[in-house]
Structures are given as structure tokens and as C-alpha cells.
């Protein structure tokens, strides 16, 4: 049991770091289409990957952990209610849509939706004013290929986790 639980901390530190280490390489990647808001996401990946190989509320830790760290790091305080309204929504549907018999990149792909949503949310709070809706179709799109991609990816880290531990077990 002791082996067990020194294993888990050491999973769910390395899923933090690795969380935190994406979103600072992301930092340093020009990725422009001249629309702001839109990221590849990589730190998503890890998010993605912990709801299916750890207990949900280590998964949710990681999250937001990651939001924090990365926002007080590379950001500021508007960066930190974006990221964490948007994180926050798009992790309560992709539990919710774990337990459906939905792929692991359709999850993925709702999460890169609703994170875009909760961004859209806050940004209308923050700004005072619905207009900023209007710009949500473009973000629904990139949303959906980023949450594609990171899904894709999440995938074969997860099938790669269950191999090694069906492994172990025999």
C-alpha cells in the first residue's frame, strides 16, 4: 500500500510538472492566426490523459494547479480568470462525457469547446458586454481541431499506459 501511494504522488507531480512545462513551451511558440485567444493547448494533453488513467479528483488538481502556476508565471490576473473558467468548464463535460460511451477524442474535443466557451464567459463579464459572443464560431472551430489533435495524441499515451500496466499484471 505504502509502495502504492508513493507511486501515485510521484505520478501526480510529474503530471503537474509536465502540465506546467507545456504551457511554458507553448508560451515560446509563435502560433498566430491573428485571432487572440486561440493555443494549441499542449497542457490539456496531460489533463486529458490524467482523467483516464487517475481518479478524477487528481485530474481536476492537476488542472487547476496548472492554471495557477502557468497564470502567476506567464500571466496575470486576467489571464488566471480566463484560463480557469475556461479550464473549469471544460473539465466538469469532459467527466461528464467520460462516462458516455463517447471516444477519448470526442471527450477531448468537447473539452477544447467548452474551454473556449468558458473563455467566452469570462470575457463577457470581465468586458461588460455580449458582443464578445460573436466571436465564439471561430473559437468552436479551433476548439474542436486543437481538442482533435490533443485527443488523437491523448489516445495513444492512454492505450500506451494500459498496455504497460496489462503488462505488469501478467
Request: aromatic share 12%.
Amino acid at each position: 500500500m505504502k509502495n502504492s501511494k508513493v507511486k501515485n504522488t510521484a505520478l501526480f507531480a510529474m503530471m503537474v510538472a509536465l502540465a506546467f512545462t507545456f504551457s511554458y513551451l507553448e508560451s515560446l511558440i509563435p502560433f498566430n492566426f491573428g485571432i487572440p485567444g486561440i493555443k494549441l493547448g499542449f497542457a490539456n494533453l496531460v489533463i486529458v490523459v490524467a482523467l483516464y488513467i487517475m481518479k478524477p479528483s487528481y485530474a481536476f488538481a492537476i488542472a487547476v494547479i496548472r492554471i495557477f502556476l502557468a497564470g502567476l508565471t506567464f500571466g496575470n490576473f486576467y489571464s488566471i480568470s480566463y484560463s480557469l473558467c475556461g479550464g473549469l468548464l471544460s473539465f466538469a463535460v469532459m467527466l461528464l462525457a467520460r462516462k458516455t460511451k463517447l471516444s477519448i477524442i470526442g471527450v477531448s474535443m468537447l473539452g477544447g469547446i467548452f474551454h473556449n466557451l468558458g473563455q467566452i464567459i469570462m470575457a463577457a463579464i470581465l468586458m461588460q458586454t455580449v458582443r464578445i459572443v460573436y466571436y465564439f464560431p471561430v473559437l468552436l472551430i479551433a476548439g474542436l481541431a486543437t481538442g482533435f489533435l490533443i485527443g488523437t495524441i491523448s489516445k495513444i499515451i492512454i492505450d500506451r499506459f494500459k498496455k504497460i500496466s496489462k503488462n505488469k499484471t501478467e
